[in-house]
């Protein structure tokens, strides 16, 4: 929500006044709830980012405030499409299968980021070489193409994936 937003200017502001970060490089990175926070602050200040990072996350559904990015904003989703906690199409579960939010699917988010950054296509998914774990998932890459300034508007589909980082659960 809105004090989100504010606590998220206030950090980026006092890192910068530290010298600790530049204010052409800043990224924002968020994992599930956080990756959620992340979408809302680049729908709000996106001309404060460099790029977002949506790991776990989608975004907020279209009847919420409309988010209007101020420019275009390199964007990277990674989802697993059998997470249990935010799930493929959008529902957010809690343990024993409660729904508690209904967003946009993974799908509609990236098609979302892909009309704000005005890409006029998408590439052929590209299956990614399996590394570590013989049981590994697959991964596919989506990449939009034609957007505007070539900024990079990326899905990367883990396919079989949770909502875990590696094998430890989140």
Not at 100 to 126: D, Y
Request: with cysteine; aromatic share 4%.
């Amino acid at each position: 929500g809105p004090d989100d937003v504010l606590l998220l200017d206030r950090l980026i502001d006092h890192l910068l006044r530290q010298g600790i970060a530049d204010p052409a490089a800043i990224h924002l990175v968020g994992i599930s709830n956080g990756g959620m926070m992340a979408a809302h602050y680049a729908c709000q200040r996106a001309a404060r980012l460099a790029s977002v990072m949506l790991f776990k996350a989608t975004m907020p559904p279209a009847s919420d405030p409309p988010c209007q990015p101020a420019k275009t904003l390199p964007v990277m989703i990674i989802a697993g499409t059998d997470d249990p906690v935010v799930l493929w199409d959008g529902r957010v579960v809690l343990g024993g299968g409660l729904v508690i939010q209904r967003r946009r699917s993974i799908p509609e988010s990236f098609a979302f980021w892909r009309a704000a950054n005005g890409c006029t296509g998408l590439a052929p998914p590209e299956v990614l070489p399996r590394r570590g774990a013989l049981d590994a998932p697959d991964v596919l890459l989506h990449r939009a193409l034609g957007c505007r300034q070539h900024v990079p508007t990326l899905l990367y589909e883990v396919r079989g994936g949770g909502h875990q980082i590696g094998r430890a659960h989140v």
